[in-house]
């Protein structure tokens, strides 16, 4: 059975060049822009190279028919957590309509247009508004970008006016329009009227879009708009929600797609053969498809930063995820070029190197995370472990990661499952986690589960012990 490294030497598996590159250059942080104006701004035919099309599929399809025949809703609300991929999605709009030429030589592209049997979409005005990069001493009605359509007075015939002077469609798209909100104190209601207006103008019109970000969740930042305004009401009935990335299999699918510019699909039969037979010898259940559909990442790379570091407030979800996996690649990248052998076919939270520079601020950071200690929790009880109680310490610390502190820490079992290693059993992992406990500063056991974790506070016990060692 070939391993993750092989399959990267013998070209079944190929990370993006981004990653490849880095191990010369670095990773060039523009990437991982997290404005509109930035996302535009980037490489056109790599940003859309590197999308994964299937979660936006449904909003493509609908404003290219809307645009081109006008059938359809001409709103849109991209309604999503932070870095839930709406500011992606808006840029991948923008470029579809000014690089159609680019969106065309992607398959799933040409596919969205062969379903919807339009091989030709027409010509397009984008309009881009990006709420950072506004004026917020002016209102919405005066900024350059929104004076031409809503005018001095703006109203719903001003918009459509200028919509049909145009003689083609116009695609809007506006993106952390609330943080201008928020800067403009309180004449933010006047700005809302007009913004509603507009809205409602372009719902009147025929093939013109608006798509726009504005999370109609309750909450201290939303409350005061909902209250003050029928703007949550305005979009509700004229427009369509979208959250691009709802699930776990749809994040796992753009992790992938961010991370990896090719993977044998051929693989998947000696990886579900191998699966089976690491679980199979421990007696325990699994579930293939998840192991096939998730490849070459590990299912539990991926549940560890979707269900667990996505807990926390100030965790970038999608964003955040495809940083840290970019950053870990690109380091593994080095490694297994420079001779480093893997013992399993998956890329897993073991081969996470916490003590790496690029890697560590992005798993250490205590404002995200809300833990102190952290990077001394690495440096101390991580770094200068042997390669396999380093990657099974890597796995009780990302574990370790999580806002409700009964919740934090992993099992024995549960590591062995994410490690995949043959030559592991449930038992010595324990034992190995057991005799680490004198020695750890920042290792503990909550005995009532079973489980390991690290926690800011040094053990006292372990402290006098290495001390009288010293």
Known sequence: MATFNEYVKNGKIKFRNYIVNAKDNG?????????????????????????????IRGILKEIIKKVNNGTGSSVYILDTFMGGGKTHTMAFIYF?????????????FKDILNEINILNPPPVDVITVDGNDLNDKLPLNEQEVFRVFLGKTGTREEVISEIKRRDRPVVFL??????????????????????????????ETEKSVIVISFPNIKGEKYDKYRETSD???????????????????NFAKVLKKQIFEYIDTALLSEVNNYVKEVHVKERLDYKPREYQEYFPFHPELVKVIYERLSAF??????????????????????????????ESPFLTIGDIDLANEDVKPLLANNNVFGVYNLEVIINRDIKDEKTIPKKILANVYMYSLFPDKDKRGIKPAEIYISMLQKDLSIESIEKMLEDSLENKIYLDKENSTGKFYFKPEPSIYALIKNYHSD
């Not at 990773?27 to 099309?53: H, Q, V, Y």
Request: hydrophobic share 35%.
């Open 313 to 342: 407030d100030g965790f970038q979800k999608t964003r955040g995820g495809i940083k840290i996996l970019a950053h870990v690649s690109a380091d593994l990248y080095r490694r297994i070029i420079n001779g480093e052998k893997m």
């Open 27 to 55: 990773i060039n942080e523009n990437i991982f822009a997290e404005s509109l104006t930035a996302l535009i701004k980037s490489d056109p035919w790599d940003f859309m190279n590197r999308t994964e099309i299937e979660p």
């Open 96 to 108: 579809m309509f000014t690089k159609m030429g680019y969106a065309k030589d992607l398959k799933e």
């Open 174 to 203: 506006i993106d952390e329009i609330l943080d201008y909100m928020d800067k403009r104190g309180t004449n933010y209601p006047q700005d809302l009227a007009y913004l509603k207006t507009l809205v409602e103008g372009i719902s």
């Open 231 to 249: 703007i949550y009401d305005t979009l509700q009935r004229k427009g369509k929600f979208y959250a691009p990335i709802n699930d776990q299999e």
